[in-house]
């Protein structure tokens, strides 16, 4: 153990002994004070007693997972008033996952066995242990994001369950911003619908690409409590644990459709731009589409949903000709109905 008194207090929640002793003793030699649990029952047991600086937790362990411990520790957390970061500890072959262990809520991934470098980047971004210039580095980006919010329409502040500086961190420019939550809007009606009638017909796997869909977009545009519940549902999709979406979908639902009404005046601003006729950006440079083409692609292979709808919306603003208009629209329909294999033969891969 550390003996340093200010040194980080650390939990490591593996099955495997051999793997916490290994995490440990690198830990250690940072100087960090270091205890270790064998199970997501013992480690809600722990965190209940005392706090830790941050939790290293193994996904795949026998009884409760990763994520059924993450869930239990938020619980945790908001009882006691005190967030703690928690770290997704897992093997490489589950970076596949990487969006779903996020949406879940983890605040990072360490891939066993561990690399050092990527142990200590991990430790720099939860402590923030940064170099002057880092800091001056963060404070800049903190400067663009606040310049950035100032250009976004003064309401969505007060939109309940929005956080606008993800938002912003997530897309970069208030113009994108804008764009995600048009996207995040527009399908609300129809994909809740496509909800009830998935779980009312008990088709798991068409209901859970849905909530997958809206956990993405959700994430993207700073909804982070509602991309949590989205998430539990997924996850509870792939698990076959339906007594848990029958009960906990109405509220989803219900909470899903409130977004209609607060983005009400999204939706005013554009049919005012679509009644002009006008394309703000007007024709679209050939260059610029065959960059599209080619990133379609790719987002398509790798399942990226929220790059697509990204992508498609940002096209909305130019002139395109007849060709190019089928393509896209081909996709975008193929991805509001979730349909992947029909997104893999209009791209061609």
């Known amino acids: 153990m550390a003996t340093n008194a200010s040194a980080h207090k650390i939990l490591i929640v593996d099955d495997m002994p051999v793997n916490s002793m290994i995490l440990s003793s690198l830990l250690e030699a940072r100087g960090m004070s270091v205890e270790t649990a064998l199970s997501g029952e013992e480690c809600l047991e722990f965190c209940g007693k005392r706090d830790y600086d941050l939790i290293f937790l193994d996904q795949h362990m026998p009884g409760m997972d990763g994520i059924d411990t993450l869930i239990g520790l938020k619980e945790c957390f908001k009882e006691k008033g005190k967030e703690t970061p928690v770290i997704c500890h897992t093997t490489a072959e589950a970076l596949p996952y990487l969006k779903i262990y996020k949406a879940a809520g983890f605040a990072g991934i360490l891939t066993k066995p561990v690399v050092p470098a990527q142990l200590s980047e991990l430790l720099k971004a939860c402590f923030h242990d940064e170099s002057p210039e ?21 309401w969505l502040e007060n939109v309940p369950d929005i956080d606008v500086r993800t938002g912003i961190e997530n897309c970069e420019t208030a113009e994108n911003y804008l764009k995600a939550l048009d996207v995040f809007e527009a399908s609300i009606s129809e994909k809740a619908s496509q909800i009830e009638e998935f779980l009312e017909n008990e088709d798991w796997e068409m209901y859970t690409l849905r909530v997958h869909s809206i956990k993405s977009t959700a994430r993207l545009i700073g909804a982070n409590g509602f991309s949590e519940l989205a998430a539990e549902l997924e996850y509870a999709g792939k698990e076959g644990k339906t007594a848990f979406l029958a009960e906990r979908t109405p509220e989803f639902i219900k909470e899903y459709r409130s977004f209609d009404g607060y983005f009400a005046r999204l939706k005013e601003q554009k049919k005012a ?24 692609k790719d987002f398509v292979e790798s399942y990226d949903v929220d790059s697509i709808q990204m992508l498609l919306t940002t096209l909305e603003d130019y002139m395109l000709e007849d060709g190019d208009r089928a393509f896209f629209e081909s996709v975008s329909k193929a991805l509001a109905d979730s349909d992947w294999d029909r997104m893999r033969q209009i791209v061609g891969v």
């Open 134 to 154: 880092e800091l001056r580095e963060e404070r800049d980006e903190q400067q663009r994001i606040e310049e950035q919010i100032k250009l976004l329409p003064a």
């Open 273 to 296: 731009e679509a009644g002009t006729g006008e394309k703000k950006c007007g024709a679209a440079p050939r260059e610029m589409l065959e960059d599209a083409y080619g990133a379609i």
